[in-house]
């Protein structure tokens, strides 16, 4: 059984080779800890869920099941990239649930941010229980925590005041007592992704950019609508496809696109046409506790902002947005 604390004198796993050793270690002690029964992983196509579930497609193949809940709230594909990688290339035992209308139910009218991200937490662990309770024979759960998320359980709370109640999903109701695997707990970030590529998940997948728990539901400011979410999505799979062709999709830490509940005065087809605008932020840093803003070339933000407003409904305008953290945070909510 690993320890909480990583070793000093366990190397930085830096090339495949060091991957391979660690992902046979890991192989052989997920399998001496399972045995022959069922696991559960809330797969949610983030970087450390996804080498989670790689690594143990490997140890005990079908053993492990994993739910993929979708809360209406993700970018546009992702679910479907999700399925498609784990349920038709690896053959893996996966349940997808897709609970957009009773995510999008419960939000409808909600505009406070911090009551958006407590439902949609809340939410979560709520669906993912039910789906935990319709399997039998469940005795683990696995979970992609990672050593920074051990140190930082270790840290003490420093007096100040949270700037926001950032929630991941996954986890359980207090009283579903189930134990626990974190084959990856030792590991930090760039480690899990070598982890990843070794385990020959795609170089998108495991260098994607980090994306917040609520999901877009942070991004369509205020009280979400399906409208302007729809518009949301577009917007920001244009702004990923531009990013991802002109080589900034490595190279910017985050980038994205936020819609607020205002409309402006446009002109369309030589008529009056009310729109939302799309704001694109792209923003470098190193811990997320502070961040510069890329500077994107003229010419590719007035083309993204030819391609939005023309092809997404409902957006008349582009902006973009110049506020470094501090003094704004990296979301809008
Ligand atoms: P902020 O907006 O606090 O964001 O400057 C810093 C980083 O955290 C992400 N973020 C979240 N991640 N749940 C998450 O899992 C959340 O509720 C949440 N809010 C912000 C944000 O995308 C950025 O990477």
Known sequence: ????????????????ELANAFIDEQVAQVRAQVGDKKVLLALSGGVDSSVVAALLIKAIGKQLICVHVNHGLMRKGESEGVIEMFRERMDANLIYVDATDHFLGLLAGVSDPERKRKIIGKEFITVFAEEARK????????????YPDILESFKQA???????SHHNVGGLPEGMQFELVEPVKLLYKDEVRVVGEALGLPHAMVYRQPFPGP????????AITRDRLHALREADAILREEFDKNGLAGKVWQYFVVV??????GVKDESRYEGWPAIIRAVNTSDAMSATIEEIPYALLHHITDRITREVEGINRVLYDLTPKPVGTIEWE
């Open 1 to 16: 059984m690993q320890s909480n604390l990583r070793p000093e004198s366990m190397a930085r796993i830096t090339t495949a």
């Open 135 to 146: 399997q039998e024979g469940i005795s683990f759960l696995a979970q992609g925590t990672i």
């Open 158 to 164: 420093e007096g100040k005041k949270a700037v926001k």
């Open 215 to 222: 999901g877009l539901g942070v991004r369509c400011l205020g």
């Open 260 to 265: 607020p509940d205002i409309k402006s005065v």
